[in-house]
């Protein structure tokens, strides 16, 4: 099975600074686009670094993370971001980017591992294509089940196991998967639910043996 692409979901209509993009020019772009970040690339539009409003707004409380309102009025030490005036000095660096033909499993990983909302997408040559969110990647998740049901009997059942398309009762519905029959020999229950499992959109599978109730019957298909 082949998972869909970074590339199928992100989105290309990226807002872009470079390194020396004023600091209220970000902050009108931010604003006048409705986004939260926004990345910084090179003369070759390669990435190198993102701001986002929690950079900017440093400006506004001097960038010590220690410092807490009831410690006063007084001085207070002004950090590196606190002070900077253009995107070179606001910006987080290096950017964190996904391949275009990185796995939307590839993509959630990396988001997972450094506790960020969304990718910079970048080609071939490094240079910056587009976006993809965590909001875009679940968009796997809003496959038709009708989709899912014709990917497991296809890939998995008869391209992955080499079973005839009728050996196994498949119901899917929202996403929720039964499968149902009896399986030869050489197939363990554990590598149908996996193969099954890295179908786009699958949110669980459950297999039931032949003879158990609710294992005998006509498929449903959910919409």
């Known amino acids: ?26 902050a009108h772009l931010l604003q006048e686009y409705d986004i939260t970040a926004v990345p910084v690339v090179d003369e070759e539009n390669r990435p190198v670094g993102v701001v986002s409003e929690a950079d900017l707004l440093q400006k506004m409380w001097g960038g010590d993370h220690d410092r807490s309102p ?5 001085p207070r030490p ?3 971001k606190a002070s900077a005036t253009d995107a070179a000095g606001l910006m987080t660096s290096p ?3 996904a391949r275009e033909s990185w796995s939307v499993v590839d993509a959630a ?3 997972a591992r450094h506790g960020i909302k969304r990718l910079l997408v970048v080609d071939e040559g490094g240079r910056l294509i587009g976006v993809v969110s965590r909001s875009d990647l679940l968009r796997v998740f809003l496959r038709k089940d009708r989709a899912i049901r014709t990917e497991i009997i296809e890939e998995a059942l008869v391209g992955s196991l080499g079973l005839a398309p009728s050996s196994m009762q498949v119901d899917v519905t929202h996403g929720h998967v039964v499968l149902s029959g009896r399986l030869p020999g050489e197939v363990s229950v554990s590598v149908l639910e996996e193969l099954c499992r890295r179908v786009d959109g699958v949110v669980a599978v459950e297999f039931r043996p032949a003879g ?12």
């Open 1 to 26: 099975m082949k998972h869909q692409k970074v590339c199928d979901l992100m989105s290309d209509a990226v807002v872009r600074v470079q390194r020396g993009t004023p600091f209220k020019e970000i």
């Open 70 to 74: 009831e410690d006063g009025e007084g």
């Open 78 to 80: 002004a950090g590196g």
């Open 95 to 97: 950017a964190v980017c």
């Open 109 to 111: 990983r990396v988001m």
């Open 212 to 223: 158990e109730a609710g294992a005998e019957g006509s498929a449903s298909v959910g919409r």
